[in-house]
């Protein structure tokens, strides 16, 4: 039988053979396998605009062997099989768009190791962000990725995101050592070793990072972990003027100033946060940061931002080592995409991000900024300025066929500036279902076919997540 990687095999193969390996996973799964409605439906999407598709079964994993006993099925019967976190993700990375399995992780919850001598860890797929966290305090340690969403470390892995301390620790594609990895047709292999390291072969843990699924099911995860900061301060600064704001976060940077985060509210997105999170910040652009290190350090390096920051026209510099107050500070920011929809109850989000050099990054945004006023959309912009990325949550009304209209011009207007400004389409939110053509303009038809055959080459029959990152446009 032939079959192609992009047109899904749903719809290709006998319904009933798809039939008898859906009973036969049934059978060997007992109650950790269901059929039943409402698990279906909530396995269908992610929090993304994108629509909705359902999968024939959902399988809860609780072990590599569960993960192995499901794709040998799957392979033998030619049923698709989309790995499921906890589906906080945003470009429909867990829709079901060919029916088939939905292999849910989250009850592969284990942290199996933590090394307080060579600061790593070793964590089951499903390992919540936040209860790794409170694992590890009694080791003096922390994992620092922060995408705001409490997913799990596996989902992290296979879309490759980062979040707002990526400007001082990196990203998933940074902290990550090595990976255990169930291949489309059962086999297990692991990718790497502890070593913080090596030259040996082609680097597998990097192929799989980042794959979205679509070439196997990560099962197991080494990271990377470092020691909790002897201080930590908060700090916020606003800005009447959006450039200035983001230039001076250049200046930070250039500067080499020992900045953890840098984030960048606009004036709407503080409106959004008051309102929702009983906030009482001036409603202008604002910057948080915040710095790790030890008391004095982190002093001198905050007053050294401070400077900077009211060069550029910043005003109303404050900052705080209380833990309860940089806690509301940071939960309103993770906070702020559900602050913006709720703006207009009943409405949606649409939210979109790109990444650009920083150098660029200050016209990006301004350019932006200008076109969401032309467009008449409520699009607030938030970002992880010190990387160079940002977003724009957009609230929309899906059934308002104008103005999704209006809202997917604007995107394509947003990517095509991050694109001619040498950034890229995703800075973490990854491709999924929504920027597959924005993959290829980004890189080119050679480079993306090289993609699909190695997507060929792994998933041969095309079972894993079909439909997603390298299908055709």
């Known amino acids: 039988m032939s079959t192609t990687i992009d047109s899904g095999p749903g719809a290709r193969e006998d319904h009933g053979q798809r039939e008898a390996g859906l009973q036969q996973l049934e059978q060997r799964f007992g109650k950790q396998a269901t059929r039943g409605r409402d698990v279906l439906a909530q396995h269908s999407h992610d929090e993304s605009f994108h629509l909705p598709g359902q999968p024939d079964l959902v399988i809860f994993a609780e072990s590599t062997q569960d993960v192995v006993d499901c794709l040998s099925i799957c392979s033998r019967h030619l049923i698709p099989v989309i790995p499921f976190g906890v589906g906080t993700s945003l470009e429909g990375h867990v829709n079901a768009l060919h029916g088939g399995v939905s292999l849910d992780l989250s009850r592969m919850n284990r942290v199996i190791r933590v090394s307080s001598d060579d600061l790593d860890c070793t964590v089951e797929a499903g390992v919540l962000r936040k209860q790794l966290a409170k694992e590890l305090v009694p080791y003096g340690l922390f994992f620092p990725v922060d995408p705001g969403a409490d997913a799990t470390i596996g989902g992290m892995t296979a879309t490759g995101a980062s979040g707002t301390t990526t400007v001082k620790y990196g990203a998933m594609r940074e902290l990550v050592l090595s990976l255990k990895v169930v291949l489309p047709n059962g086999t297990v292999i692991e990718t790497g070793r502890r070593a913080r390291k090596t030259s040996a072969g082609y680097d597998l843990t990097h192929l799989f990072l980042g794959s979205e699924g679509t070439l196997g099911v ?256």
């Open 218 to 473: 990560i099962t197991e995860v080494s990271l990377r972990l470092f020691g909790i900061p002897e201080a930590t301060a908060a700090a916020t600064v606003q800005f009447d003027d959006l450039h200035s704001a983001v230039s001076s976060v250049i200046a930070v940077i250039q500067l080499g100033v020992g900045v953890a985060r840098i984030e960048l509210l606009d004036k709407a997105a503080v409106a959004a946060v008051n309102s929702y999170s009983k906030t009482s910040l001036a409603e202008r652009n604002l910057l948080l940061l915040e710095f790790h290190g030890s008391d004095e350090v982190v002093r001198h390096e905050a007053k050294l931002a401070g400077e900077i920051l009211a060069d550029h026209g910043g005003t109303g510099f404050t900052f705080s080592t209380d833990q309860a107050e940089r806690t509301v500070l940071w939960q309103a920011r993770h906070d702020a995409a559900w602050a913006i929809r709720a703006q207009r109850p009943g409405a949606q989000i649409f939210v979109t991000d790109v990444c650009v050099p920083i150098s660029r990054l200050a016209d990006c945004i301004t350019q932006t900024h200008a076109d969401i006023a032309a467009s008449g959309i409520l699009g607030p912009i938030i970002g992880h300025v010190g990387d160079g990325n940002f977003h724009v949550i957009v609230v929309v009304t899906p059934d308002d066929a104008e103005e999704m209209h209006r809202v997917e011009s604007f995107n394509e207007r947003l990517i095509s500036r991050a694109l001619d400004m040498g950034g890229t389409c995703t800075g973490e939110h990854g491709i999924g279902v929504g920027k597959i053509p924005y993959l290829i303009r980004e890189l080119g038809d050679d480079a993306v076919d090289l993609m699909r055959s190695i997507k060929k080459a792994v998933d041969p029959l095309g079972l894993m997540n079909p439909g997603k990152v390298v299908a055709e446009a």
